[in-house]
């Protein structure tokens, strides 16, 4: 199983810009699948997650800004970001929670991209 994530990039504060990422190979379902972001210097921490049967909960700190959204046909989750601002720069990360073809429940990560706001 492989997530690709992409869209990232230097921005302006103020700015959007929207990622993507996509879950490949042999497994049964996605679960739920999510966003998280590292800052340096600090802990990886979650931006929104999406379970499979809708709904979404973000961080404080993006609520009203940030919208993740998901293709289960694509297998492909989303995340828009608006009006974003230096303190969202951080590597962000794509995470997937699925049961795989023995039905075995296995948490994946993507490669993580680069957001950089600029003031």
């Known amino acids: 199983v492989q997530l690709q994530a992409s869209g990232g990039g230097l921005v302006q504060a103020g700015g959007s810009l929207r990622l993507s990422c996509v879950a490949s190979?042999?497994?049964?379902?996605?679960?739920?699948m999510g966003w998280y972001r590292q800052a340096p210097g600090k802990q990886r921490e979650l931006v929104a997650r999406i379970p499979s049967g809708g709904g979404s909960n973000y961080a404080e700190s993006v609520k009203g800004r940030f919208t993740i959204s998901r293709d289960n046909a694509k297998n492909t989750i989303y995340l828009q970001m608006n009006n974003l601002k230096p303190e969202d720069t951080a590597v962000y990360y794509c995470?997937?929670?699925?049961?795989?073809?023995?039905?075995?429940?296995?948490?994946?990560w993507g490669q993580g991209t680069q957001v950089t706001v600029s003031s």
């Open positions: 995470n997937a929670n699925l049961l795989t073809t023995g039905l075995l429940r296995r948490d994946y």
């Open positions: 190979g042999n497994f049964f379902r996605i679960t739920d």
